[in-house]
Antibody, heavy 128, light 111 residues
Framework: QITLKESGPTLVKPTQTLTLTCTFS??????????VGWIRQPPGKALEWLAL???????RYSPSLKSRLTITKDTSKNQVVLTMTNMDPVDTATYYC????????????????????WGQGTMVTVSS | QSVLTQPPSASGTPGQRVTISCSGS????????VNWYQQLPGTAPKLLIY???QRPSGVPDRFSGSKSGTSASLAISGLQSEDEADYYC????????????FGTGTKVTVL
């Protein structure tokens, strides 16, 4: 059974750096095809994808936030860490981490992927 | 921010069929498959449909997805009260070294 849980501060001040940790179980981030992503949701607004780290340490970032984001993994601890610099009140949101599942065709080739299991989310407020 | 456009709301009475559209472009829906997520009030999103029209284990067959060109749709047949939730489409976008984009979201209300 795959589970993920986000942890980190609930309140940060403007200009500070946010560090969030996703601790997971039920899978290994060293298994081919596996990934962990971060997605956020401001209160009453839509989901926004932030970043994704793959089993081979390849990383993808939202272009609009790339300069502020860093995603890393610690395979031995089953953790993925997201840092976001220069926090602003508009970054107030619930932050989710999610397991990236890859789907294979009958020939064993990867075809599609999706975030199939999500953490419960952690609310982060940016305020002085 | 969202590059996938959905209607803000949809509604129906129990038993009815509701359809939600998701409009994108050649760089996202036109080039990649579509996923749909359901978010019940106060909870984390849940994967509802992957690869345009595939249901993960445990998702009722009342939910179905389709894609044509640069648009996709989610249909809920036999609407039930527990289907009242927000629904988001999503897809990879091949522009700008790849990014995963979510739709604007649709609130489904069961009347």
């Amino acid at each position: 059974q795959i589970t993920l849980k986000e942890s980190g501060p609930t309140l940060v001040k403007p200009t500070q750096t946010l560090t969030l940790t996703c601790t997971f179980s039920g899978f290994s981030l060293s298994t081919s095809g596996v990934g962990v992503g971060w997605i956020r949701q401001p209160p009453g607004k839509a989901l926004e994808w932030l970043a994704l780290i793959y089993w081979d340490d390849d990383k993808r970032y939202s272009p609009s936030l790339k300069s502020r984001l860093t995603i890393t993994k610690d395979t031995s601890k089953n953790q993925v860490v997201l840092t976001m610099t220069n926090m602003d009140p508009v970054d107030t949101a619930t932050y989710y981490c999610a397991h990236r599942h890859v789907y294979y065709d009958s020939s064993g080739y990867s075809t599609d992927d999706a975030f199939d299991i999500w953490g419960q989310g952690t609310m982060v407020t940016v305020s002085s | 921010q969202s590059v996938l456009t959905q209607p803000p709301s949809a509604s129906g009475t129990p038993g009815q069929r509701v359809t939600i559209s998701c409009s994108g472009s050649s760089s996202n829906i036109g080039s990649n498959t579509v996923n749909w997520y359901q978010q019940l009030p106060g909870t984390a999103p849940k994967l509802l449909i992957y690869s345009n029209n595939q249901r993960p284990s445990g998702v009722p067959d009342r939910f179905s997805g389709s894609k044509s060109g640069t648009s996709a749709s989610l249909a809920i047949s036999g609407l039930q009260s527990e289907d009242e939730a927000d629904y988001y489409c999503a897809a990879w976008d091949d522009s700008l070294n790849g990014l995963y984009v979510f739709g604007t979201g649709t609130k489904v209300t069961v009347l």
